[in-house]
């Protein structure tokens, strides 16, 4: 597991930045945390560090939107899905299992379709007493592997 606290959306998205240089085709992440946390702040900031130039917005009405940078970039909103058909709909596993770099909102939709490996991003609010307007731009973000690549890829990161 590994644990970083931001303090700015700008923050969130030079993390994200940060773990693009990891990033390789093939790897999937999945994205956890409440309504407007910074799921979509953070996504972008990967998109830009794996090369996409166009604006990463949030897709509530697209389940998924194909970007592309040094590797096709597959970013998933599946906050209004409402039935497994329509993944099936979309080719979901296409995109999932394919050489591009999946990033997914509100992935707990998925369930076990998301595989066994992949990297877990929980961002969570964290209210700071000590700001005047209440602290409402601290982040926790908490990152946890599943399976051997991601393992290994926290392991680097931590370096
Ligand atoms: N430390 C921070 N990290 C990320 N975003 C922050 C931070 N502080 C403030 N923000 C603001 O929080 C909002 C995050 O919005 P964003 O769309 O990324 O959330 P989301 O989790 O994708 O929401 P949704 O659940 O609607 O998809 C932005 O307005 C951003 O400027
Ligand atoms: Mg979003």
Redesign the pocket.
């Known amino acids: 597991m590994f644990k970083i606290t ?4 700008e ?3 030079n993390f994200g930045k940060m773990i693009a240089t990891l990033l390789r085709g093939g790897d999937i992440i999945s ?1 956890g ?12 900031g990967i998109a830009h560090g794996l090369g996409v130039k166009s604006n990463v917005t ?1 897709s ?1 009405f697209v389940l998924m939107r194909v970007l592309q940078g040094r590797l096709p970039v597959y970013h998933f ?1 599946l ?1 209004r899905l409402s039935s497994e058909d329509e993944l099936y709909d979309i080719g979901y596993d296409e995109f999932l299992f394919s050489n591009g770099v999946s990033l997914i ?2 992935s707990d939709r998925l369930g076990s379709l998301i595989g066994d490996s992949y990297l877990q991003i929980d ?1 969570e609010y964290d209210f700071d007493d000590s700001r005047e307007d209440g602290g ?4 926790i973000i908490t990152l946890t592997p599943h399976g051997e690549r991601f393992q290994k890829f926290l392991e680097e990161l931590k370096k």
């Not at 931001?6 to 959306?9: E, W």
């Open positions: 931001t303090n700015s959306a923050e969130t998205e994205f945390g409440d309504l407007g946390v910074g799921k979509t702040c953070m996504i972008r949030s509530s909103d906050y909102e509100w961002i409402v731009y601290r982040r």
